[in-house]
Every structure is written in C-alpha cells, then in structure tokens.
C-alpha cells in the first residue's frame, strides 16, 4: 500500500499501480502544478473562457483569513438582537457547504441555528414557514449568480411572510444576500433594505467557493471557530503548493489516481466517510461530478451507499475511504475490497476541522483529474439544458393553465426490471425523485437502491429533485451516455404560491408547479441527450409505491 504524503493516507492501486505512476511522471514533465498556480489555461483548454475567470478558490482562503473579524461581527450583532433560526436560501454551491458545516458541527450555545433550503418541493418549504419563529429569523438568500430561479422563488415567498408578520419597514433587516457584485440580487437586496450583501469573488465558481463568503458567513452564525477552519484550508494549500514534488503533493497523487483510474474503466468513485463527516459526500458529489461530467467522459461519485461485499461490485469502482482518527466503521469493507482486487485509497483526517484541508485537497485533486481526462474542470456546459426546457414548462402553463403531459410507466417491479434489462457492466442507474425528502422515503429508496446493486452489479445514485440538477445534473448529460435514469413523481398533499415579486400578493404559478415543470424539463432533456429514462408517478402513496417496485427477488 503505497503513501499519499505525510498526514493523508495511503493507496492500494494493484494493478493500476503502473499506470497512476506513468501519469504522475507525465504531471511532473508538463509542470502541472507549477501551472496551475500561475493560472495557466492551456493545461485544459486552448483557450481562457471560464477557467482564468473561475481559478480564484487557490486564493480563497488566503483572502478570507482577513475577513474573519467581520464576519464575526455580523453574527454577533445578529445574536444581540435576538435572532435564533437562520435558514439559507440557494442552490448547489450555495447550499452544499453550508450544510456540511452545519450538520459536522453543530450550533455553538447561544448562535443560530441554521437550516438548508434547497428544494421548490412545496411540503417541504411549509415545513419551513410553519416551524420557524420569523420574529427571531435571518433567511440567507444565497446565489452567485443573482438569477437562480429556485432561490429568487424561495425569496418572494419568505419575504411576504416575514413582510406579514412584522411589517415592510422591518422586513428586509431579516434578510441578507450573499451574491457575486452586480446581479440582480444584490438590486434587489438593495430595493427591499436587506440588513447586508455580502458579495463573492467573481473569480470562484459555485462548486469551489466554500472558503469564500458563500461558505463562511453560514459558519460564523452557527458559531464555527471559521478563523481554524480556514487555516487548516490553507495548510491544504501548502501542502499542494508546486514546490512539493508530485509524489509528496497530495492534490497531484489524488488527482492522478482519480483520472487515470477514470481512463482505465474505474469511474464509478465511490465514497466511504466516517458517519460524523457524512455530509461531505454530498459536497464532493457536486464538486466531482459537475467539474468531469462532460464531453463524453466523467467521474461517477457514490454516495452513502451501504458497504455490501465484493462480489455485488463490478470492475468500475474506486474505493475512497475519508476517516476520522479513531473511527474504524469501514475497515472490514474497506480490507475486503482490498482484498478482492479493488483500488482502495484511504484518507485520514485528525479532528473536524481537518475538512478545511480536505476540501482544498479535493479541489486541486479535481483540477488535476481534469488534466487527465482532457476536459475543463470548470465549466458545466450541459445544465442549460435542463433550465431551459423548464423554463418552456412553465411558460406552457402560463399560457394554458397546464403543464404538458407525460406518460407515466406502470407502478411494478416487472416494468423496473424490463426498462434495466439492458444495463451493460460500466453502466450505472440514478433514482431521481422529485419527492418530499423524510426519514421514511430515504429509508425506501435505500432499499430500492440496493437491491438493485445487489443484483445488477451496477452503481445506483440517489438524488432528490431539483437539488440533483445542480450536482449531478452536469454530468448525467455530459458522460458516455451509460446512465439509466429513473424519474419519481408524486401528488402534492398541498401547494403554495410563488409570487411574482417580493412584496406584492399576485401569483402566476406555484412551487408544484415548479417542480412538476423541472422534473418534466429534465427528463425532456435526458431524452434529448439521447439518454435512457423511465418515469414513475408514485401518487399519493409514496412509500407503497417504492416498495412495489423493489419487491423483486435479489
């Protein structure tokens, strides 16, 4: 088992040994990383558009470090005046890391606690609207780029809300906005009298900006010590820094590993992290699968998939273990793949914070896989797509007062395995619902997950609608084309209004709406892409539903 460098881990490559070598020789002869510190396009692309302007996440920490006071400030002004709940608004980016902040740490005593909207699924924004005190509020209203239309909508309808409760004078002191200069967020932020804007460097792309206000000012309101996090991010740095020869630069050997692996058939990357970091998986599966997911190649991350044993996996996958010291819950998977031939990479991390280091890692290692795959990293040239055929949608039903219909397949396990009876090894299936998240549906489509696994042998994703198409959405339509995607529908128990603007009662459409028209738009767009897609309606019983197509004999 070969080292990565001091304080990361170790690799078990077996017969990829040779090759991930070869590759790393290449890196050094063509300076990679010498390059990609002096921001040097032409290692992925032969011309500059969206990558001189997409390479300031190498700096990010750095520049933060300063910034640390006034972030600061903001939360502790903030808890002065009694404000307890915090709930952010965005999408992707905006969102994932956040979360992860959130759910790996916690809330500090007396700082808010924060919550994670990214859904137009409308139970579950009420649950929001109705569980929170909007008295004691700050909804974060998140988006680089000023225009994402899931988080605008979230915005009218929680500023009518709060403008209800406590009056318009008062509203916009429980709003901030966290945008790039000059987007129509931040003219709206200014028009309604936002407590702050807070804007990001034009120069990070969504995906990279968790050390940038997008991730930081989420962490300073629940009390995370974001000075400590943001060092460790900056040991990350020097530890990748192009003075470190590439057999000891951790983001030059996982990076390497990760593409040349890809190359040799082993891109289903598979993620196995200690249960109190858990949340990092679904920030590394947007930062993996939107920056390789394109012009027909891509990295396929897993993601909290139950451990299963060797023989349920094909020749595809690449085993990356994230432990926490002291955590050994993956170490009899993790010497049973080794042992059964599978790459095995395993990480460590000393305490929490290591996230810090872990995430600049993973950046710079997904720059470098990019190298490899002959792609660039930071682009994502296959979301419009979908956004435009949504779009359409909703501009039908505008017009006609209905969205356009689809057939849905018959609600049995028989059609399920019909519609996968072509599945080839290499291929992979996705589940996308476009349904309430609960303990209950996630304990469900686990199930269904699984089986399927167990007896395709394939790599079964899961992804929540439309939180999906802002993580993995990229890739579906961008990869060889080797996805069965699986779409799950279902009635709304009830709905709510999106207004047309902030501040004012009128209506055009709602969040059911919305979303009906995303899940159509996306699976207009697979079917474009020349893609494979079945589409079930789950009807007003969500979990017999599911439970009806996995009642199949593994």
């Known amino acids: 088992m070969a080292t990565l460098s001091e304080g990361y881990g170790k690799a078990s490559l077996g017969e990829h040994q040779v090759a991930v070598e070869a590759a790393l020789k290449q890196l050094a002869e063509q300076k990679v990383m010498s390059r990609i510190w002096a921001h040097d396009y032409t290692i992925w692309e032969p011309e500059p558009t969206e990558i001189t302007n997409r390479l300031g996440w190498l700096h990010s920490a750095e520049a933060m470090l300063g910034e640390v006071p006034q972030l600061e400030r ?77 988080t605008l909508s979230l915005f009218r309808f929680f500023y009518n809300q709060v403008m209800n409760t406590v009056g318009k004078d008062e509203a916009g002191q429980h709003f901030l906005a966290i945008t790039d200069p000059g987007t129509k967020l931040a003219h709206l932020a200014e028009r309604h009298r936002f407590r702050a804007v807070l804007f990001g460097d034009p120069n990070i792309g969504g995906r990279f900006s968790a050390f940038s206000p997008f991730g930081l000012v989420p962490a300073a309101l629940i009390g ?77 991350p897993v993601v909290g998939e139950p451990p299963g044993s060797p023989d349920v996996y094909g020749r595809d996958r690449l085993f990356v273990a994230l432990q926490l010291a002291g955590d050994e819950t993956h170490g009899a998977a993790l010497a049973a793949w080794e042992a059964a031939g599978h790459p095995v990479v395993c990480l460590s991390l000393r305490d929490r914070y290591d996230l810090g280091k872990q995430m600049f890692l993973w950046e710079m290692s997904t720059a470098v896989a990019g190298y490899h795959l002959g792609i660039n990293p930071f682009d994502q040239p296959n979301v419009e797509s979908t956004k435009q055929r949504a779009r359409e949608m909703v501009q039908a039903y505008i017009k006609t007062g209905a ?138 019983d969500l979990l017999g539903g599911l439970k009806r197509l996995a009642d199949f004999s593994c």
Not at 77 to 85: D, F, K, T
Not at 130 to 149: A, M, Q
Not at 267 to 292: V, Y
Not at 437 to 449: F, G, H, M, P, Y
């Open 403 to 540: 969205l356009p219909s689809i057939a849905s397949a018959p609600l049995d396990a028989a059609t399920l395995l019909g519609f996968l009876a072509q599945a080839q090894p290499g291929d992979y299936v996705a589940l996308h619902a476009y349904i309430p998240q609960t303990v209950e549906v996630d304990k469900a489509l686990q199930t269904l997950r699984v089986r399927l696994r167990d007896r395709l042998r394939l790599a079964v994703t899961v992804g929540y609608g439309p939180r999906f198409l802002h993580s993995t959405g990229q890739l579906h339509k961008g990869d060889a084309g080797n996805g069965f995607f699986i779409q799950f529908t279902a009635d709304d128990a009830r709905d709510a209004p999106i207004p047309d603007e902030a501040g004012l009662p009128g209506s055009s459409i709602t969040f059911g709406v919305l979303k009906a028209a995303q899940a159509l738009g996306d699976y207009q767009a697979l079917l474009e892409a020349g893609r494979r897609v079945i589409r079930f309606h789950l009807g007003d």
């Open 74 to 150: 903001l939360a502790n002004e903030v808890r002065a005046e009694g404000y307890r709940h915090a709930l952010l608004l965005g999408m992707g980016g905006s969102s994932l890391a956040p979360e992860v902040f959130r759910l790996t740490f916690g809330v500090k005593k007396g700082y808010l606690d924060l919550a994670v909207l990214d859904s137009t699924d409308p139970e579950t924004i009420l649950s929001h609207a109705e569980r929170l005190d909007l008295t004691r509020t700050l909804f974060i209203v998140s988006t680089k780029s000023g225009t994402t239309v899931e």
């Open 224 to 300: 995370m010590d974001i000075r400590r996090m943001v060092q460790r991010a900056l040991e990350g740095s020097t530890d990748c820094a192009p003075s470190v020869e590439e057999e000891q630069n951790p983001g030059a050997w996982l990076g390497t590993i990760l593409g040349a692996l890809a190359k040799r058939g082993r891109d289903k990357l598979t993620l196995l992290i200690s249960p109190p970091l858990a949340s990092l998986g679904n920030w590394l599966e947007q930062l993996i699968a939107e920056s390789t997911g394109k012009e027909g190649r891509g990295i396929l």
